[in-house]
């Protein structure tokens, strides 16, 4: 008997206005497609298509697993996606389907690791860390008690590393704000890492305009730029690092799916109807 | 009958008939039994009750070609029901009356067209009868290969869904505006798929559950009282004023698909709910997002309001709108100022009551 099909899902924001916000969710699921580990891969979106409302009836498979490619828990992952998935309590799930909800990718331990691989790529340099300080940086928001949780957890854990000489979890919505970026640090260098799924007018906008990178975000602005005697290296959102893709897989895997292996050809299924 | 002259049935073909007729082949008016002592085959147009010996019927296999490709064509593909019956309609094979293979056969071997939203599909048949598929924008029906950019890896489609022929990013992927001047000259059936689930996400699955009365519509009332967070307003959208919403957003010049969903299950909307040939099934994210501001503003109270304007002054506000509405403001002439919407007539009257302090006074 061949093993069960299995699909996965990328859920994602998406956007009515920036074409690149959904850039990353498609480039990674496409990286995950060439792997060939999923009958079917499929990106979803709260504000493009498919929809999370009908993303599940796109699908073919026995086994559905689907990862928010949110960066937190909070409002999307617990309220929305369940709701528009109808996995959701009172909701009728609407695929024949077995759907397996996994866990943000943004909360996963292994996003350390591509926040420092940010760092590094940034940087252009595979050892930083001795006589620099990281930045990671969290949307927050005083209205949601958990949102900053990630970045805090992230930030704890390099920090444990002791790569970094400093490292500090700031916000755009909460204190410690990114805005006086240079205030929390000692040394000259600073990497400063948003912790964003995608590059879009908070990350592209938003904090380089805080930061005093720039006084326009249109003019742009160097990589490095120095601010009071500091060195800012200012990466862009960490969501567009390939190595987010290992991330995602490792969601699924955590879900139930099995990504040891290449998918092997699904039984040929009897002459349908038409 | 076409027969012979164009196709061949490979040896593997021939072996996988042989090997299903033992349950038995019976698709489009070709049938194949195994029976106690031989086969028994049965072709369209052709009358046969003897009994063959399986080298006859090997024989016989390789003189149908027709036939056997088309069954083989159509029992080998590993695609989902809804999948399957979209490439069927793609030639015209799916519903009551099915044209015999053969006579699509001659159709397919000129190329059998037809559209999917802006999409122009076109199957062709190999020797083999393998299909092949090929894509482009139905604007660009005739022009020639040389000129489209040509694209073989389905993921290309995610790229030029984004945006329209002026660079703009299309919120809306069943807005009518895909980009031109590009083509996918020779996908297999799965890539196919794979370029029309990027074109025109989740269409295909909605269009075949309505072809078997199966698509589950969702009522505006219904999708509105669902929405939480910043959305949750939506609720409160007057009823007369989603007919509104629906006329500036979902009619065919604004999108492609067929709305099928009402305010609520008894109350319809008064907008015609366009041709496409896919269904729409419950309000849209755009939609929603728009009915946000919508039903922002009719919370406010209206007041009356004085302007005192000349009768062209009148009309031109109903030009600029128009314009606006109608997208058509950028195809406006500089010095066409006999057009209420041309930029210095704007300009003028935003001058004018400005300075009146009927507008703009802050």
């Known amino acids: 008997m061949s093993e069960p099909s299995q699909a996965l899902v990328v859920a994602g924001h998406g956007s009515h206005l920036n074409p690149e916000s959904s850039t990353p969710i498609f480039e990674h699921a496409n990286r995950i497609r060439k792997q060939d580990v ?133 916000f755009m919505d909460e204190p410690p704000y990114i805005d006086d970026v240079t205030d929390h640090f000692e040394t000259e260098d600073i990497v400063v890492v948003p912790l964003f799924v995608a590059d879009g007018y908070h990350t592209r906008e938003d904090i380089p305009e805080d930061m005093g990178l720039t006084d326009d975000y249109r003019d742009g602005y160097d990589i490095p730029t120095t601010i009071d005697g500091h060195r800012i290296w200012y990466s862009g959102a960490v969501g567009t690092e390939p190595l987010l893709a290992d991330v995602i897989l490792q969601r699924a895997a955590e879900a139930g799916a099995r990504i040891g292996q290449s998918r092997t050809k699904r039984a040929t299924k009897p002459t349908p109807g038409v | 009958m076409v027969e012979a002259a164009h196709w061949t049935v490979t040896d593997g073909q021939i072996e996988a008939a042989v090997a299903a007729a033992h349950e038995g082949i019976s698709f489009e008016g070709f049938e194949l039994l195994h029976v106690d002592d031989g086969y028994r085959l049965t072709v369209p147009g052709v009358k046969n009750s003897e009994t063959l010996t399986e080298s006859t019927l090997r024989e016989r296999l390789a003189s149908i070609p027709g036939a056997v490709t088309n069954w083989h064509y159509w029992t080998d593909l590993d695609v989902s029901d809804a999948n399957y019956a979209f490439l069927r309609w793609l030639e015209n094979a799916r519903g009551e009356q ?130 939480t967070g910043i959305y ?7 009823e007369e004023a989603v007919d509104w919403a629906v006329e500036a957003c979902c009619v065919d010049s604004q999108c492609l698909k067929r709305r099928e969903w009402e305010y609520d299950e008894k109350t319809a909307i008064d907008v015609p709910a366009g041709e496409g040939e896919f269904p729409c099934r419950e309000p849209c994210s755009l939609l929603i997002a728009a009915a946000r501001k919508w039903s922002l503003i009719e919370a406010e109270e209206t007041e009356p309001m004085t302007l005192e304007l000349t009768q062209s002054e009148r009309d031109q506000f109903e030009e600029l709108l128009d314009a606006v509405a109608e997208g058509n403001a950028d195809e406006i002439r500089e010095a066409d100022v006999g057009d209420g919407a041309n930029r210095y007539r704007a300009r003028y009257l935003r001058a004018k009551l400005r300075e009146k302090g009927m507008l703009f006074d802050e």
């Open chain 2, 98 to 227: 099915i044209p015999p293979p053969n006579d699509r056969y001659e159709l397919l071997v000129e190329g059998l067209e037809r559209h999917w939203g802006d999409l122009l599909i076109t199957t062709t048949i190999e020797e083999d009868g393998t299909r092949r598929y090929s894509l482009r924008h139905q604007a660009d029906a005739t022009m020639p290969d040389d000129e489209l950019a040509g694209y073989d890896d389905p993921l290309a489609a995610q790229r030029l869904a984004k945006e329209d022929d002026d660079g703009r990013y299309r919120p809306l992927k069943t807005a009518p505006t895909l980009q031109t001047g590009w083509h996918f000259p020779g996908c297999s059936a799965p890539e196919l798929l794979e370029v029309v689930s990027f074109f025109y996400p989740a269409t295909v699955t909605n269009w075949y559950a309505e072809s078997i009365g199966e698509l589950d519509v969702t009522h505006w009332s219904e999708t509105t009282a669902r929405q």
């Open chain 2, 232 to 238: 949750d307003v939506t609720a409160e959208l007057p």
């Open chain 1, 38 to 170: 999923f009958d079917e891969v499929r990106e979803a979106f709260w504000k493009e298509e498919p929809a999370f409302r009908e993303v599940l009836r796109t699908l073919d498979s026995d086994e559905i697993y689907v990862v928010p490619a949110f960066m937190s828990n909070g409002y999307f992952t617990n309220r929305v996606i369940p709701r528009e998935l109808r996995i959701a309590d009172g909701w009728e799930p609407e695929t024949n389907g077995h759907v397996h909800y996994g866990e943000p990718v943004g909360t996963h331990d292994s996003m350390t690791d591509v926040i420092i691989q940010r760092a590094e790529t940034v940087t252009a340099n595979p050892s930083v860390g001795n006589g620099t300080g990281l930045a990671v940086v969290g949307h927050g928001t005083e209205r949601h008690e958990d949102s900053d949780a990630s970045t805090k957890a992230h930030a704890a854990a390099i920090r444990a590393r002791d790569r970094f000489d400093e490292v500090r979890a700031l």
